[in-house]
């Protein structure tokens, strides 16, 4: 599918002026784009939220995940969860197998832990590459992304244009709490992954997420040896990011 700036910013003008609740966004979203949208889970509360919400304007809306290879077991747990209660079949994308071999023959299995750069050589292989080839057919995706998690996020828009990959981007629940969150998943009983029960509040792949003590920003616990404008995988990098990474300011 090719997705022209036109039909992009036709798109982004439509659904700008729904985003007063999630749910009139996503409604909206799949009644103009239809199998051509779909919600990136990495299974985090928010992304349950979302499927929840998703799969009550539409049973058979489209779900994608990654499979980096290092996820938690509680991860995958909720994921199986979450594929039987609402009987949606999720598709998951995998790594190149030759990359991967040749990263962990070369590097290591833990290359991520010795510098910014080799932590993004991972990501790009285990995350970035797969995303690619789950938007490639795709005209827009949704996330869970917050305002509230970090300071990465503080200015992120409800619907906005992801030019790195040439298509909208949905963050319906960009202004909500955290505790809007939690109130959503405990009201209407969606299952959740229980690693946020033993102190973790942003799951990512098993190496590189710990539980955060209070006071901590919500995405501390992710890469927690780097500083805290690094701590994106590349899954929401703009173009200024990339161009930053260019020239050495963001690596
Ligand atoms: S989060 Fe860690 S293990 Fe997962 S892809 Fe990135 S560097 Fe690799």
Redesign the pocket.
Known sequence: VSTTEQEINTYLEALSEEAESPQSLLRKAVELLGSEIALASSFSVEDVALIHMLVEIDPNARVFALD????NDETYQVAEDIRVKYGINVRWYF?EKLKVQGLVRDKGLY??RESVE??????????VEPLGRALSSLKAWITGQRREQSVTRQTLEFVEIDSVNQLLKLNPIAAWTSNDVWDYVKRHEVPYNKLYDKGFTSI??????RAISAGEDERAG??WWESPEHKE?GLHFTEEDLKQADTGDKT
């Open positions: 980096t290879g290092r996820l790594p290359s991520f080799n932590r993004k050589e991972c990501c790009a292989i285990r995350k990512g792949c098993a190496p590189c997420t992710r890469w995988c």
